[in-house]
């Protein structure tokens, strides 16, 4: 009877071996409150894009439209050159239609492998916009304080096949539950990105950011892109509509 | 004494046609070999001028740094003041600015969908502007397969191998797909003017030619170009004058500390050329070196045998009272007179031959094409190149070659004992 006490104390203590300090709170659950923080089951979001080139500094300002992880509507409101150009991602598959030509044009291949309007976000970027949850396995490596602030420093590894970026480290804020810092990594452990975000708000129930920051670490001198969220509304009634291709060219 | 000399060697036919025959064709040949090394090789250096890396070629510093991601974000700014400048001070060359850009082909099916799609390689060219010699140093009437060559800035010449992949033809709209000069996106429809193979292996396996305005255009480069290229107007390449120009240019106009200051690059600073260009700069040394031996022992043996020949009438002009250093000085005076005769004809008609050569070239497109898995690009067509030092090379073998020979030859004049001369005539 003791022995199976033991045991049993044993396999308890294995059990909780992942809860995390103080808090109590698992990876899996720290995990589960970003994407809650972060993810919704619909969006609509009017932003402003500020790329830093190497000459000059442009502003692409952008309404979106965007369903759970698989459907996505965006429209480019300025400046003049890009006013128009819309943009429709529906499951893998990601279209683009700009006045210009008046084509819609599906990017596929190397293609998604380019920047976004000349950031240091790429396509793949946009349609690898998943739950981390669904792509990665995450172990905690220690917990940090930035500018007085408690985060934890977590460790992320794909657990899915073809991910852009099959290793992360996040800097997880303790009490906004957002990663305020992230290293975006290739297979080899190559640096790729790094990504952060301030300006944290309450917007319905949820911590949000209003300013994330895109850094290209492969671009030699990159300045970074910084994305300006203006207008954010979760869980609005989005019709079906609004995700078909027809809606590229009006 | 001259005079003298040459109406006896015409009145001999003997003494003088054969061996001017001999120097004069061998003189030609000597000038007309080494005319087609040199176009040879030139014609190699040019096709990877025009393609990539032009005479002269100028580029901003920070985009010589990452010209292989082809950064138009760094391409020069105020092109045409730079042109305008360029020819103004650099009159030896004729100057053009170029962009390169790479993204995606889309080709729509008849609701305007994609239909197919694949990578691109893209040379916005000035074709249009008046006086434009691209055309010509591209060899494009030469290389069309179907259609014409662009006649407005939405026109565009696809390479066969793209055409056949995409499954275009001539009169087709296609759209290109990338990133403007800011790196915003950009699409742009151009008009498929024609169908081009430059027989040069891979080299266009993905390759669209442009007007530079279509260009500019699409990727938002106004008066902006990712670099000038400089072509001398022979389109002979001369490596010491080309680098003495990049240094003299990049002293006066480039500023180390500033990113975007113009810099200029000769082609040796193409990837691997300067090796290229120094081995072809040996290799063409050595051939000829070795070739102009051989054709000195022949015309110095020749010049040896005429010295011989001429045993008997030697003998007779001493027995006659000549002095020997008379005869000797004779007979060299008539091997300079021969010489240079045979030197000025050979150089003459070896300098025809060559012009002729460089004019027209000779056509190899067919064994060429044999070798068209191989990414080396090479030309079709050799041309030979008439160069300043064709004009005196001959008289190396021609004259001096002879005059060595009758002067070797002669020196036995200075053995004949007199007390046997007149024995030796009787015989």
Redesign the interface.
């Known amino acids: 009877m003791k022995i199976k006490t033991i045991i049993s104390a044993f396999i308890l203590c294995q059990g909780f071996s992942f809860l995390i300090g103080e808090e109590n709170i698992t990876v899996d659950e720290l995990l589960k409150a970003i994407d809650a923080n972060l993810y919704a089951k619909s969006r609509v979001l009017t932003s402003k894009m500020i790329?830093h080139?190497?000459?000059?500094s442009?502003t692409?300002e952008s309404r979106n439209w965007i369903v759970g992880i698989d459907k996505s509507f965006t429209e480019y409101l300025s400046p003049p050159?890009?006013a128009g150009?819309k943009m429709l991602k529906d499951g893998d598959k990601l279209w683009?239609y700009?006045p210009?030509?008046?084509?819609?044009?599906?990017?596929?291949?190397?293609?998604l492998r380019?920047?976004?309007?000349?950031?240091d976000m790429s396509y793949n970027d946009m349609m690898e916009d998943k739950p981390l949850t669904d792509l990665y396995e995450a172990t905690i490596e220690r917990s940090e304080m930035i500018d007085g602030r408690k985060h934890w420093v977590l460790s992320l590894n794909a657990r899915v096949t073809g991910l852009s970026y099959p290793k992360r480290r996040a800097w997880v804020d303790a009490e906004y539950l957002l990663p305020m810092k992230e290293e975006l990594y290739a297979k080899g452990g190559k640096l790729l990105k790094s990504t952060s975000m301030d300006g944290i708000k309450k917007v319905q129930g949820r911590w949000f950011p209003t300013r994330f920051i895109f850094r290209d670490e492969l671009k030699?001198n990159s300045k970074g892109t910084e994305w300006i969220i203006d207008d954010i509304q979760f869980d609005v009634e989005i019709p079906n509509s609004r995700f078909s291709k027809a809606l590229l060219r009006k | 004494m001259i005079k003298f000399l040459t109406k006896g060697l015409l009145r001999d036919r003997s003494r003088s046609l054969f061996p001017v025959l001999v120097i004069t064709l061998t003189v030609a040949m000597v000038v007309f070999t080494i005319g087609f090394m040199r176009g040879t090789m030139n014609s190699l250096f040019l096709d990877t001028a025009v393609i990539l890396t032009g005479h002269e070629k100028i580029v901003t510093r920070?985009y010589n740094e990452?010209s292989q991601l082809m950064p138009n974000?760094?391409a020069l700014l105020d092109v045409d003041q730079l042109v305008d400048e360029l020819r103004r001070d650099y009159p030896g060359f004729f100057w053009s600015p170029r962009i390169t850009f790479a993204?995606?082909l889309?080709v729509?099916d008849e609701n305007?969908?994609?239909k197919a799609?694949g990578?691109v390689i893209a040379f916005g060219i000035d074709f249009l502007s008046h006086g434009s010699r691209q055309v010509e140093i591209w060899e494009l009437e030469r290389s069309i397969v179907s259609g014409k060559l662009p006649k407005n800035r939405n026109d565009a010449l696809i390479s066969s191998k793209l055409a056949n992949r995409l499954n275009i033809s001539a009169g087709e709209s296609v759209?290109f797909?990338g990133?403007?000069m800011?790196?915003?996106?950009?699409?742009?429809?151009f008009n498929v003017s024609g169908t081009f193979n430059l027989r040069k292996g891979q080299t266009d396996k993905q390759m669209m030619l442009v007007d530079l305005s279509g260009a500019r255009l699409a990727l938002?480069m106004d008066n902006a170009a990712s670099a000038i290229f400089g072509f001398t107007h022979s389109l002979y390449y001369d490596d010491e004058a080309a680098v003495t120009l990049r240094d003299q240019y990049n002293k006066a106009e480039s500023d180390s500390l500033d990113i975007?200051s113009p810099f200029m690059l000769a082609l040796r600073d193409g990837n691997q050329m300067g090796t290229m260009v120094d081995v072809s700069g040996a290799m063409i040394a050595i051939m000829g070196g070795i070739f102009l031996v051989v054709v000195m022992v022949v015309l110095w043996n020749m010049g040896l045998m005429n010295g011989l020949r001429r045993y008997g009438e030697v003998g007779l002009r001493l027995a006659m009272g000549e002095s020997k250093g008379q005869v000797y000085r004779s007979m060299i005076s008539e091997a300079v007179i021969i010489g240079l005769f045979g030197t000025i004809i050979g150089t003459g008609m070896g300098l025809v031959l060559t012009y002729y050569v460089q004019e027209h070239g000779i056509d190899y497109t067919k064994g060429m094409e044999a070798l068209s898995n191989s990414s080396m690009i090479m030309p079709n067509i050799f041309y030979a190149q008439v160069t300043p030092d064709l004009f005196y090379i001959g008289f190396i073998p021609g004259v001096l070659a002879t005059v060595l020979g009758t002067m070797l030859a002669g020196l036995a004049i200075y053995k004949r004992e007199m007390a046997q001369l007149f024995k030796e005539l009787e015989t």
């Not at chain 1, 210009?100 to 293609?111: E, K, N, P």
Request: net charge negative; charged share 25%; aromatic share 6%.
């Open positions: 790329v080139g190497r000459r000059t442009r692409i050159r890009e150009t683009a700009s210009q030509t008046d084509r819609v044009i599906q990017i596929s291949g190397h293609m380019q920047s976004v309007m000349g950031s030699r | 920070a990452e974000d760094l993204g995606l889309d729509p305007g969908e994609t799609q990578p759209t797909i990133s403007t800011e790196n915003a996106f950009t699409t742009y429809n938002d975007f």
